[in-house]
């Protein structure tokens, strides 16, 4: 995650787990375990909150462009 910059999402999905498992691991055990490293990632974790909308808004304005097209 701190390398690339990964959401929970894509992180779940390259361990092939759940995004609640992800975030259980990494707000709850990372904390304990390595406070440092818990530190750069809920850096992470907050920046994708802060532009979750923005995702969210291009991923619906690329949905209806391409609906338009096949009309």
């Known amino acids: 995650m701190v390398q690339n910059g990964a959401t929970v999402r894509e992180t779940a999905r390259i361990f092939g787990t759940s995004k609640s498992t992800v975030h259980k691991l990494v707000t709850g055990r990372l904390k304990r375990a390595d406070p440092t490293l818990y530190a750069e990632v809920r850096r992470v974790l907050d920046t994708n909150k802060a532009e979750r909308?923005?995702?969210?808004?291009?991923?619906?304005?690329?949905?209806?462009?391409?609906?338009?097209?096949e009309t």
């Open 53 to 69: 909308h923005i995702r969210g808004g291009l991923a619906t304005r690329e949905k209806y462009l391409h609906e338009r097209e």
